[in-house]
Antibody
Framework: EVQLVESGGGLVRPGGSLRLSCAAS????????MNWVRQAPGKGLEWVAN????????YYLDSVKGRFSISRDNAQNSLFLQMNSLRAEDTAVYYC??????????WGQGTLVIVSS | DIVMTQSPDSLAVSLGERATINCKSS????????????LAWYQQKAGQPPKALIY???TRESGVPDRFSGSGSGTDFTLTISSVQAEDVAIYYC?????????FGGGTKVEIK
């Protein structure tokens, strides 16, 4: 069974930084693309970034380019999202999600990030 | 960016009745290389993460009840729940994975009348 467990969320001031982590289990991590998708309170889903199985390709939502960085550690079955220069509009639940190619088939429970002074 | 437009925003259906949700993409999401429409449907119940229902516009994920079906091609797609059950109360999202950025529709809330 695929398990994705996010951590690292919390309250941060505007302009601050946060690093999210996702521990993956139940599948061969280095075979799959991985994604971060977010959901602002009471709003819809917004894809943030994804990374190829070997880390050689990364893609980002325009509004986070230059501020967020996705990475992975295949030896530790872990996915990361480094978030810098955080803004109020980045407030959301951030989901780690597995991709079969670019199709997202499994989601974690999410971790809440609140950007507020 | 490909814009995904869902309709309606919400619908109330009696138990056992059919629910139909529409999704339109601003450009075709058909991939000729894979001969597939790169369109997925997700279900999100209150307080839970999304759950994948359908990919390739019409292929059900393992374990998804057969009352859920997807259809369409190119730019116009439909999710149908043939006989709505109480446990189907949720928000449903379509999403294209044809190109980056991956984009979602705004969601359709399904309630019981």
């Amino acid at each position: 069974e695929v398990q994705l467990v996010e951590s690292g969320g919390g309250l941060v001031r505007p302009g601050g930084s946060l690093r999210l982590s996702c521990a993956a289990s139940g599948f061969t991590f280095n075979n799959d693309w991985m994604n971060w998708v977010r959901q602002a309170p009471g709003k819809g889903l917004e894809w943030v970034a994804n990374i190829k199985k070997d880390g050689s390709e990364k893609y980002y939502l325009d509004s986070v380019k230059g501020r967020f960085s996705i990475s992975r550690d295949n030896a530790q079955n872990s996915l990361f999202l480094q978030m810098n220069s955080l803004r109020a509009e980045d407030t959301a639940v951030y989901y780690c999600a597995r991709g079969r190619g670019w199709y997202i088939d499994s989601w974690g429970q999410g971790t809440l990030v609140i950007v507020s002074s | 960016d490909i814009v995904m437009t869902q309709s309606p925003d919400s619908l109330a259906v009696s138990l056992g009745e059919r629910a139909t949700i529409n999704c339109k993409s601003s450009q075709s999401v058909f991939d000729s290389a894979s001969n597939a429409n790169e369109l997925a449907w997700y279900q999100q119940k209150a307080g839970q993460p999304p759950k994948a229902l359908i990919y390739g516009a019409s292929t059900r994920e393992s374990g998804v009840p057969d009352r859920f079906s997807g259809s369409g091609s190119g730019t116009d797609f439909t999710l149908t729940i043939s006989s709505v059950q109480a446990e189907d109360v949720a928000i449903y999202y379509c999403q294209q994975y044809y190109n980056s950025p991956l984009t979602f529709g705004g969601g359709t809330k399904v309630e019981i009348k």
